[in-house]
Structure formats: C-alpha cells, structure tokens
C-alpha cells in the first residue's frame, strides 16, 4: 500500500543511563535487557536522520523536518535491503 511512498527511517538514540533508569522504573521489564541490547538495537547504524532523547523535542522535530525537506530521497531502507539482502 505505501509502496510508492517516501518511507524515512529514524533512529532514535537513548543513552544507556537514561534506559537502565526506565526499564527500572517500569518495573514490567527484566533488569539487564537495555545493557544487552544496548549495542546491538542501531549496529546497522543506517538512518536518514538521527536524534536524541535527550535533545528537546523542538529540536528534534526541525532536525527531522529538515531532512525531509532536503530534495535527496531516503534511502536507509534501500541501504538496509543491500546489507541485509533476506531482510525483505
């Protein structure tokens, strides 16, 4: 259905402190997850924009619409697909 659409992947990164301190505090989350999936979660480490938790949302936001507004298309998802060619 979306085929045809400009589809942008964001990655949003998270300090390790900061998700420790949540999945503590949610506590319906097994203590140790966020230490181990830490470094795996951007290992492909292909966005088309990228922005932080612990940047104000403002910020984010006009980060975001700025690439959007760039005439170049996304192509994480592309870059993704020739990395991980079965990721289909």
Partial sequence: MFADLPTYLIGLDCGLAELERRERERGDRQVGR???QHPLVHAHGLYDVRV????????CA????????????PTAFADLRRVYPLAR
């Fill in 34 to 36: 966020a230490v181990l």
């Fill in 52 to 59: 932080a938790t612990d940047t104000p949302s403002l910020e």
């Fill in 62 to 73: 006009l980060a975001m619409r700025t690439r959007l507004e760039t005439p170049e298309p």
